[in-house]
């Protein structure tokens, strides 16, 4: 781990250095630009080590791979998507073999405007609990892992049950033998459900009916579809329709499907002490409901400048933030560039951000 100092200056600091970081700082070292990432995780990989015990990928290696270096395969006898720890792995060796400048554990309190560089255009200060950072120009790359969205029901605060997000979920032992609701319809709620209702009496609970892909297919073809439509809305053309559904059959998934457990129901709408009343008024008594409802952008510490929406964005050009010069967001999803929230997609919007943040210091550096 390298020593942190106080009052340390960069062209660049990135903040953040799991998925989207590293692909940043791959394209910044390209540009033979000074830059320091910092994360706030004692080792690497970003959120992936807060995924559950089971996670998967739900598209093969060679589609969920950083710029630069392929992630190597699963072995033979395995099911073809990557584990989670498989990720963490590779996202470790990634940092290694580019000799990112990492500096870890850095917690981020607030970033704010400074005249102090040379330049007053661009410069900011970034406080930490490691010290004082000052930096011509910002990355913002912390994706939401901290800051998960659960929805609010009448009654919620009076329920004794357990209540817990995707981001805290881990396994499924100790839910043995309870009644859970597992709520949301992403691939996240169809895996969870998947591994619960294995040792739990579990209902799924979606808005509507999960649409599931075929079993041949997997997240390359989501991708590939979701490109196709956003090239022909940048070209004016007609979108092929979204009509594969979204939900990707993994193994688990699979699983679960045989043994009659891929039914959902509709939300519930309201608590009670014991459990939830559903919109007939018929009550339901629950030991505990596992929220797989998505997430925020996690950028509380941009407060002070004055750039965060009540969504939690930031108006954004690109990745490029349109309010405050000299800053970038890369990794929050479509409004920061197209898919850059997927290992395979942040390529593409981390080497414009650094193409655009190279043209901007030679700007203001004059």
Not at 218 to 225: A, E, K, N, S, W
Not at 326 to 336: D, E, F, K, M, Q
Request: glycine letters at 10%.
């Amino acid at each position: 781990m390298a020593t942190v100092s106080a009052d340390f200056t960069t062209d660049v600091l990135v903040i953040g250095a799991g998925q989207s970081g590293l692909a940043v700082g791959y394209y910044l070292r390209r540009a033979g630009l000074n830059f320091v990432l910092l994360d706030d995780q004692a080792a690497p990989g970003g959120a992936w080590p807060h995924g559950w015990n089971s996670l998967r990928l739900f598209s093969p290696a060679d589609a969920s791979s950083l710029p630069g270096w392929l992630m190597p395969r699963p072995s033979a006898n395995d099911s073809g998507f990557p584990t989670r720890d498989a990720v963490i792995d590779y996202l470790t060796q990634y940092e290694q073999r580019y000799e990112l400048p990492v500096r870890r554990p850095v917690r981020v309190a607030a970033v704010r405007r400074s005249s102090s560089l040379s330049g007053s255009v661009g410069s900011f200060v970034v406080e930490t609990d490691a010290g004082t950072y000052q930096a011509r120009a910002v990355v913002c790359a912390t994706g939401s892992w901290r800051n998960p969205i659960v929805p609010q029901f009448p009654g919620q605060a009076d329920f004794g049950g357990v209540q817990l997000h995707s981001a805290q979920y881990k396994q499924a032992a100790p839910f043995a033998g309870q009644r859970v609701l597992v709520v949301g319809s992403g691939n996240s709620g169809a895996q969870v459900l998947a591994e619960v209702s294995q040792v739990a009496r579990t209902t799924w609970v979606t808005q509507e009916e999960p649409r599931f892909l075929p079993d041949d297919v997997d997240g390359r073809v989501l991708f590939t579809q979701a490109t196709q439509r956003y090239n022909a809305q940048a070209g004016a053309a007609a979108a092929p329709p979204a009509t594969l559904g979204h939900i990707v059959m993994v193994p688990p998934v699979k699983e679960a499907r045989g043994r009659g457990m891929l039914g959902s129901v509709r939300p519930f709408v309201r608590f009670t002490q014991t459990g939830v009343v559903w919109a007939d008024g018929r009550e339901e008594a629950v030991d505990a409901v596992i929220w797989c409802t998505g997430f925020r952008p996690a950028l509380s510490f941009l407060a002070g400048l004055g750039v965060l929406h009540p969504n939690g964005r930031v108006a954004t050009a690109g990745a490029r933030a349109t309010a405050v010069p000299g800053l970038w967001l890369v990794g929050y999803g479509t409004w920061t560039g197209f898919a850059s929230a997927t290992l395979i997609g942040v390529g593409r919007s981390a080497r414009a951000a650094a193409d655009e943040i190279k043209a901007f210091l030679e700007a203001v550096m004059v």
